[in-house]
């Protein structure tokens, strides 16, 4: 599958500390080949989540291009309010 970051979920990797950066971009990565296995559904939504440590990444599965967009990503403390 592809991954496509959209540019508002740059924006908010952008403002993480650069470790976290690092965690995020290579667990993201690292589901290229079986996502559906690492991904869960967010309930009331036609959305996915990515736990990532603390943080959290929100993606959007586009079957007909086998295309993941990540739509948000942030702590998970703040990530679902936002939604």
């Given at each position: ?12 990797l952008?403002?993480l ?20 296995r ?18 959290r990444?929100?993606?959007?599965v586009e ?21």
């Amino acid at each position: 599958m592809n991954i496509l970051i959209q540019p508002r979920a740059k924006k908010e990797l952008k403002a993480l500390p650069k470790d976290a950066i690092g965690q995020i971009l290579k667990k993201l990565y690292s589901i290229k080949d079986d996502p559906l296995r690492h991904i869960k559904r967010l309930k009331k939504h036609s959305l996915w989540k990515l736990r990532i440590g603390d943080y959290r990444a929100i993606i959007y599965v586009e079957t007909k291009t086998d295309t993941l967009h990540v739509i948000k990503i942030g702590h998970r403390k703040s990530i679902y309010k936002q939604l």
